[in-house]
């Protein structure tokens, strides 16, 4: 009776700009027919297979190049814009594959973390590289965002770095190591590392600088065997008096902890919008197998119980996406962003992604455990987003923190 | 260390305009000066107590006619516009008292559905008479959403409408009773009446009508004694051959499927954006709660687990209203409304509102359950709202309906 | 086609045994007969009205006494089958009333935690009098359950308490008040009291022992005026230099913090098992009401999604028995009971009941929420237990000291 | 300051008997030390790898026959010891590798319905063969636990049978297939078949049988490539004019409802005990290295958080167990076991299993994603189990048919 409703690409999207409309069909494109096609594959081999000269990974890297999506060209776009642009390009790509587009992002982290800081020398620099943000430590996973020691206990004590930087003269030295959570870390040339500073024996936060990581002294480790988003690598990278010149410096001592609640707050939303397409994915896939799928004499979304199942996974995947969109408007136009918005869009974002896609197989029964069918991957893929970028528990922690007010204690 | 960021009185809101900030101050300025005081008070009268004449409910309905806020004036704004500005006074409204929030808002729905009827003359008609949506019946309380018989079961069978309306002349004659859930009933001046039609001895849906209550045939029920909302009157409306010329026809059996879509669609985004406004009233006294309150010799605020809590309500308050404003901008620049997105926000917001308020009071101890502290009332508040214009689960259940794409079956 | 099975009254119980049995029929008809009647208009009354000497309160409590549950008869049986019988009882008694049955459980209170302390003389002193738990303080809410400092922040500080004993010759002196969260504390006779031992001007943990409350220097706060369990009264208690003798202390600073550890190993266990009966009531009414209520020409129980949500309170409701009923059995046979496992069954049974409640009334729509139908009340009893006899995150948060095994550390 | 309890293998256990006690310790001894190392390796291999005649599978199922599980052996204790001891054996298993005790479970099915139809002599004949239980087909999978209807829609119509069997004379004629998702369907020796009865070209519910597979006429299908579980092969059997001798009728159409009522009864209390299994796994592992692993300079099980998260995966391991235990207890001494019973034994217990697994998998952090710890494995098994033996939706809405009382409506 009341006709159907063919939503946009996006849900529940007010009118896109032309621009963005046009990023939106190109990427979409680029998702589903050269992403998809590869992600299967590359789901199944060894993380050494992945990145083997043979692997079709570097065609998907390349053939991304042609979508034109550029930090530089991203600054030219005031502020709101670009957010905007960015998440709508980037939301398709996590469409077509989460760990692939998440090689695509990482790689723009060195640049864009270089604008955060407002050195265009870097931007240039980095541009079309393969980059990575080396932060994340063998004995120092939650610590590194921690860099204000917020959330230390008072007897606590986060001990030594595992990695650090002395400045001498015009040249930062950096030796030690960054652990194999490090995406990107295998293939990056170009890393923008966060660690201690060394002064006078004694180590403190800290140093932003971009590491190429192609020059003396720099080894990576092998890439790590994981459960999802196998497409991405991570690795480990040692450093062994590894010299960069001072031009090269994003942030210093000064700067260092404003710098990485910046990065965080941008980082954060980015996961959130990658978790997004997943979900989303993980939904639109779930709802045409409701339409196909028959049991009991007719298709499984005429019975009421899994077309109610349906909408609330709908309704997860738009509020998870509007809550992003949110948060990326308010920091945009903010004169400081808030980081408790970016870490709310990324801890809801990946905990929406992760029970609409447990509740999208459960709609193909069998088959959703299956390897034949995308589903059981995509969980996998979902499941990673809830320890990426900081758990998420950390992160609340993090989050709750900034909602203390210190003139009311 | 890293600075405290005031957010704005609707969290992560990009900068508003002139006119928003205005009117969202001038409305939160009553709701704190004005309503939080009464609403108290109200709460703890009988229905019968609260509708007296010596009642403190009349003093804030005249004194929220000073805000400004009518159907015609708001036509004057282009849809986008109208719909924010909307949104951003009734938040502050149900941050004051969702029971009250309710009264002024319900109070709007008869002109404002003569809007989507593109009816101006009764736009004009209801304008600044107490109004309400009278189409719950007492045989019939989740079938009247369903004017298309989509959530029907193959078997079953929607049985006789308890009130009917027959057209005679020019004239619209209404016979039988809509239920005591017709939030304002008892004090409206006029309703929007959605009722079955009456034909040559069968019915069908149907008719909706604008009808004056102060005229001969309508009698009403006393009002409803129910846990939450309280200061928003519920009560039965009878009618005994009630006389409404035609002019006060909004939509007749051609279109009245298409009416009650429309109707839902708005209708259940304002009970979304209450249900936010209810659940950020919650938040913030928690948050205060916890900056004051001390435990084991400092405020629990700085406990792990307390911040833990806060940070989350944060979060769950920020989205559902993410995606309030999302689906509005949508509902107001598509062709047509999506009544999953209207739903979705619903269903969202009002679960939010009752998790925060349950989370929100648990912060306060014993004390969230005295009733010398706002945040049991609250609760029950919260607690209607599951219900309130469509319960949840039919709810989803027809919007899990249009998610089905006839063509792919 | 398959033959509906009517389940006994605790649902999936294997035989009871022939005491079981009658214990369990008398108490389900006292519920049925006596509790429930009152209980509804007692929730009406204001907490001085439950308390005056026209209110039906006392009728109830004196036929409870024919009900023959007695601590002294309790331990004749032994430890396995009094655990048992007590839960087959209390948990009718909560069917019917939550608040009631807390008023009965509490007034045995003193001569159980005598039992604990293995001090008969006490047992017997307290029989037949109405009893309390004296142990929270207006400053110390969760501390006091935090007997060994166990939760403290390494910079907290408990601060002085607000009620301690002296010991001078063979008298317990006692000074100071318990705040207004001690069940029954308006009108017991007799009061386990647990506070601070002041000696030389210092406090520390502490002093059990059983305090009469009609002596000289007892006076009492006001009931307090809360949402749910309203039938259960709950008020300070100051005392101004009230004097016991020596005979009636049950515990001294060498085993205080291990006579809080077995209290609240007790104590914990009751408010889960009062929690699945509130749970059970709830369902109950929720199932009866589904074969009752027709919506679209047939008994709603026939819908698909209401069925699934019933099955789903049904599994609640046995999954939070079958964890008191285990960890009483644990506790019953074990050479010390298993705190975590107490405080586990609270946190589950209380959870759960508060779930149930709330789908519960659900099935209801709007009737739910409705004071002329029991779901309302339900849900505010079923909210109280999430905090009563300590806040679940702060048991959490206890349970999870235990898990700690030091020497793994 | 309060001692560490340390709780026996199955948490909050009362003592178990002398049997018990010797048959849970071989059984934990041989997870530990037989069946842990060999899952490990079992979960990277390919399907058909794992069948290879240098499999390890076939020494861990060969060594496991040293346990002494027979169902003859079983039949000779009482209904509720036989009922426990197997729950007790089986959790120990599957706290080594849900797949390899899935293995094991299996393969007593077919003798065990054979007990529960009382046909002694197929017990005999299945006893020491590895089995299957063959219902599910390729257009069935819920249908077929439907068998009594109760879930089909008024307009719906299961259809023709995939597999179907004639009686000609004293033979039971089969033909057709069993779908992929037969569990040990690639290695069974003997099926325990159930399916539709063919009568003069119609066919009805049904026949069940014990079909040998190494007879002419059957021919398999290649094992299942799937996410979890993986060293439990799945597979299809296909059967062309495979003929049984009578004597291996378990049940005809006049009891094939019932047969599949007691079977299904039987089964699911088994996967829900599994699932414990897999949860308790899940959570000894995330509280063991939550000792170990340091963060901020402490052990994390010293965090708040981490300590509140260990506290409540125990909860629901317990809350889970506890509801097995009960349920069986139920079945094995009623006179007909409550099928809503075990459907809410196993809907909560593989519930509980996803959530425990994953709520382990966070403790570890990073590490928990690598393939190189057991925990992505451990919520890969656990996943499976929400569909394995009718997916929980599906068993849910036949547990709610279970609850209607016909003397109501």
Redesign the interface.
Known sequence: ???????PLSG????LSEMEELVQDNCHRFAEEVMRPVSAVLDEMTPEETLAPESPLWGVLEQAQELGLSVSGMLELDP?ERSRLMLIAAEELAWGDGGLAGMILVSMMPALYSALAGNMEMVEYCEGKMGCWGI?EP?????TLDA????????????RPNCVARIEGDKIIINGQK???VSGGVTAQVCALYCHLEENGKTRPGVVAIVPLDGPGVTRGKP?????LRSLNQGEIYFDNVEVPMSHLLAGPDNY??MV?HTLAEANVHVANLAVGLARAAYEHA??YA??R??????I????????????M??KV??????V???A??N??AS?P????S??SK??GTQTA?EVA?DA??IF??N?????YPM?KL??DA??C??ADG???LL??K???????????
């Open positions: 009776m009341t006709s159907y409703i063919d939503l529940l999207e007010p009118p709101q994340t004995d120092h996973g939650s610590d204000d020691g917020g959330l230390q206990a008072v007897d606590g004590d986060y001990g652990s194999a959570w790590l065997d994981k459960t999802g902890v404003d609640y709802l045409a339409h196909q028959k049991q009991g004499g007719q298709a979304i005429k019975h009421q119980n899994v077309k109610y199942r349906l909408f609330h709908f309704r738009e509020a998870a996406r509007a809550l969109r949110r948060v408007d308010y945009a136009t400081r808030a980081l408790q918005g870490i709310a801890v809801n992760f447990s197989l459960q029964g069998g959703g455990l299956s390897r034949e059981e969980l996998r499941r990673a809830l320890i758990c998420n528990e609340a922690l989050g709750g923190n900034l909602l203390v007010n210190p003139d009311l204690i």
